[in-house]
């Protein structure tokens, strides 16, 4: 995207100062933001996954924290269920037999320890069987205990309120996980008919640490939902010419690539609104399907390169406070 250096250097300038007048304030400086950590990412290709996670947005602007047990495919266990579920733990290290029963979210499920083939494992049944080895339930004793998702989330808890870093203690430290999911949002261009909306992800599935960052940029319609995709930033710079073209005054116009498969767009200048006018339409399993249209003006062209320069400014900080969110295993 073709853009004036000194306005763009200037706003991603004004971004830091943003953040660093947040960051005298509150550890974390983001108004909008959510990462997990799986405590066990080993069971989860069994269907069980412990899960603590932080977060702070429109609805909990304090933020919040908390702890997530799910078994297959989605099931998130009531606390009752992950009192069984620990019970069946610590009866299969006694080598003892236990069997509860426990109305849970989406039915009744089962969770028994018993001998299965020489070894006390513990199962839990609901139509399908999952089956947990002696190995195994070690550790998610430790974990359904909580005595580490419970450091983790007092640690999490301090980062939201505390003014200095917190001192690691025994009862309130990062979690030590070997994968993590991080988003934030990095902002909102209101328009007509659209909004325009840019986050930021990290993501690692990989005992190597290959630190993975990607922007997510989407579209919010005016009557509900949305859409998004490497094709709306492809979209977004072009309205940052068109209006740059409205601005001069200039004639400019712009489709989507011939060869484009998922989407087509068009973006024109509207020199009698003073804005750039978009449509859009998606390829759907239904086939081409118009989506929206909407229009952004020449006064959110400064909104709209603001956000583009906060993934930069996020990612930089991201890096450097790692250490706060996770203790790499």
């Known amino acids: 995207m073709k853009t004036t250096a000194a306005p763009f250097f200037l706003s991603f300038l004004f971004s830091l100062l943003a953040w660093a007048v947040h960051a005298e304030e509150r550890l974390i400086p983001l108004d909008e933001f959510h990462a997990t950590m799986p405590m066990m990412p080993g069971l989860k290709s069994k269907g069980l ?15 919040a924290t908390g702890v997530a047990v799910r078994c297959a495919p989605l099931h998130l266990l009531k606390p009752e269920e992950v009192a069984a579920l620990a019970e ?17 979210y989406n039915g009744k499920f ?13 199962l839990v049944q609901r139509g399908a069987e999952l089956v947990l080895i002696p190995e195994e ?12 998702a419970a450091a983790a989330e007092a640690w999490y808890k301090m980062l939201l309120t505390a003014r200095t870093l917190p001192e690691k203690t025994a009862q309130a430290h990062p979690p030590k996980a070997a994968n993590l999911f991080f988003t934030a949002k990095l902002g909102e261009v209101p328009a007509e008919g659209l909004d325009y909306e840019v986050s930021l992800r990290y993501w690692n599935f990989s005992s190597r640490w290959v630190t993975t960052f990607r922007a997510a940029h989407n579209l919010k319609f005016a009557r509900g939902g949305g859409t998004g ?22 004639a400019f116009a712009c489709e989507s690539p011939p060869d484009a498969k998922q989407y087509k767009f068009t973006v024109k200048p509207n020199l009698m609104t003073q804005k750039a006018d ?3 339409e998606q390829n759907l399993a239904t086939g081409w399907h118009l989506q929206a249209q909407g229009s952004f003006g020449v006064a959110q062209l400064a909104k709209i390169r603001e956000v583009m320069a906060k993934g930069e400014a996020l990612e930089k900080w991201f890096k450097e406070h790692e250490g706060w969110f996770l203790e790499r295993e």
């Open 49 to 63: 996954e412990v899960e603590v996670w932080v977060q702070r947005d429109v609805n909990a602007p304090e933020g």
């Open 88 to 104: 069946a733990c610590a009866a299969a290290l006694k080598d003892e037999d236990f069997r509860k029963e426990i109305d849970g």
């Open 110 to 122: 089962e969770y028994e320890a018993k001998t299965v083939e020489g070894r006390k494992c513990v």
């Open 137 to 148: 339930i070690a550790k998610l004793k430790e974990a359904l205990a909580l005595a580490q």
């Open 229 to 250: 995709g490497e094709w709306v930033k492809l979209m977004m710079e072009q309205v940052a010419l068109a209006l740059e073209a409205v601005g001069r005054k200039e």
């Open 278 to 280: 978009v449509a859009f």
